[in-house]
C-alpha cells in the first residue's frame, strides 16, 4: 500500500492551499482516509476523515469551517482543502487509510509520507 501526500507549501496568513493524497495498493473505497498533522514539537494530531462512500465526514474543531476534506474514488485519491490558514496551521501534513472511520481517526493502517505546509508572513 501506498498513499503519497503533495501540495504542500508556503502560504500567508489568510491564504488557501489543497492537499491531495495518490493511494495504491488497496480497495480504495473500502477505507475511511483521513489527514493528521504535526507540529514542531507536538504530537501528531488528527484533523479530519472521510467514510469510504465519501458520505461522513468529522473534523477537528481547530480546523472544523476552515478545511474541507474529500476523495474521488474512481481517482483513488483524497483531498483536503484548507482556507483561512493561520500561522499554528504550520505542521507536516499526513494522509492516512483506515478500515473504518473510527480507526483511521485513532489507529490507521496505513500512513502516507508527509508534506510540509507553513503558514507565515
Known amino acids: 500500500v501506498q498513499l503519497q501526500a503533495s501540495g504542500g507549501g508556503l502560504v500567508h496568513p489568510g491564504g488557501s492551499l489543497r492537499l491531495s493524497c495518490a493511494a495504491s495498493g488497496l480497495t480504495f473505497s473500502s477505507y475511511a482516509m483521513g489527514w493528521f498533522r504535526q507540529a514542531p514539537g507536538k504530537q501528531r494530531e488528527f484533523i479530519a476523515r472521510?467514510?469510504?462512500?465519501?458520505?461522513?465526514?468529522y473534523y477537528a474543531n481547530s480546523v472544523k469551517g476552515r478545511f474541507t476534506i474529500s476523495r474521488d474514488n474512481a481517482k483513488n485519491t483524497v483531498i483536503l482543502r484548507m482556507n483561512t490558514l493561520k500561522p499554528e496551521d504550520t505542521a507536516v501534513y499526513y494522509c492516512?487509510?483506515?478500515?473504518?472511520?473510527?480507526?483511521?481517526?485513532?489507529?490507521?493502517?496505513?500512513w502516507g509520507q508527509g508534506t510540509q505546509v507553513t503558514v507565515s508572513s
Open positions: 472521510i467514510s469510504g462512500s465519501g458520505i461522513s465526514t
Open positions: 492516512a487509510a483506515g478500515s473504518t472511520p473510527v480507526v483511521v481517526t485513532t489507529t490507521p493502517n496505513y
